[in-house]
């Protein structure tokens, strides 16, 4: 089955700067892969996603990059804010239909 | 609209004793999904369904796991003779049914289980 690994577990990041978080997949039938953000005590919120049919996609501060090849996406978020602290998931799916495979997820820490 | 809702949002148990989850879709929502989420770990996927049948029960750890769903509405997930290990985050998401979209899954909140 799939297998997802997500890097890194913890990132601390001063206020502007821009953090990345990276996720690799096993399964090469996947072809949808979203992101998703933890509040403490909330369920997961999706922040932005990225089908395997476009190498890049943005949302204001937020870009997700794909690369099939190498079967790793990213997440990049810019100008990063202190409410962007946050617990952060990637996920792979083979579509429709399809349950979610979760990275272990990352630890995002924005400082003033 | 309203998002998937989620009850009861805590659950204590003692060791033993069965437990009944429910969760809400969106409405309109065919697909839905539990999660299990333990504590400081990432989301283990338990079981699907589409409309009320369940084409995928791959992630229930053990018979003592089940779930239905009615309809395409109200799904309960029920945990017979809890053990401490089942304490964890229950999670339902659900999604529509169509291409170019339908995969996005969009979370409750979660009930939070603890088993003493």
């Known amino acids: 089955g799939e297998n997802v690994e997500q890097h890194p577990s913890t990132l601390s990041v001063q206020e502007g700067d821009s953090a990345v978080i990276k996720c690799t997949y096993s399964?090469?039938?996947?072809?949808?892969f979203p992101w998703y953000k933890q509040e403490l005590g909330k369920g997961p919120q999706l922040i932005i996603d990225?089908?395997?049919?476009?190498g890049e996609k943005k949302d204001q501060r937020i870009a997700v990059t794909l690369n099939k090849t190498a079967k790793h996406f990213s997440l990049h978020i810019t100008e990063t804010q202190p409410e962007d602290s946050a617990v952060y998931f990637c996920?792979?799916?083979?579509?429709?239909?399809?349950?979610?495979?979760f990275g272990t997820g990352t630890r995002l820490q924005v400082t003033l | 609209g309203a998002g998937v809702s989620q009850s009861p949002s805590n659950k204590v148990t003692e060791k033993g004793k069965d437990v009944e989850l429910r969760c809400d879709p969106i409405s309109g929502h065919t697909a839905l999904y539990w999660y299990r989420q333990r504590l400081g770990q990432g989301l283990e996927f338990l079981i699907y369904?589409?409309?009320?049948?369940?084409?995928?029960k791959s992630g229930l750890p053990s018979d003592r796991f089940s779930a239905e769903r009615t309809g395409e509405s109200v799904s309960t997930l029920t945990i017979q003779r809890t053990q401490q290990e089942d304490s964890a985050v229950y999670l339902c998401?659900?999604?529509?049914?169509?291409?170019?979209?339908?995969?996005?899954?969009?979370f409750g909140p979660g009930t939070r289980l603890l088993v003493l």
């Open positions: 996920a792979a799916s083979t579509g429709t239909a399809s349950k979610l495979t």
């Open positions: 369904f589409q409309g009320n049948s369940a084409p995928d």
């Open positions: 998401a659900s999604s529509p049914w169509r291409t170019g979209g339908g995969e996005t899954q969009y």
């Open positions: 990225i089908r395997s049919n476009v």
């Open positions: 399964d090469s039938a996947s072809n949808y």
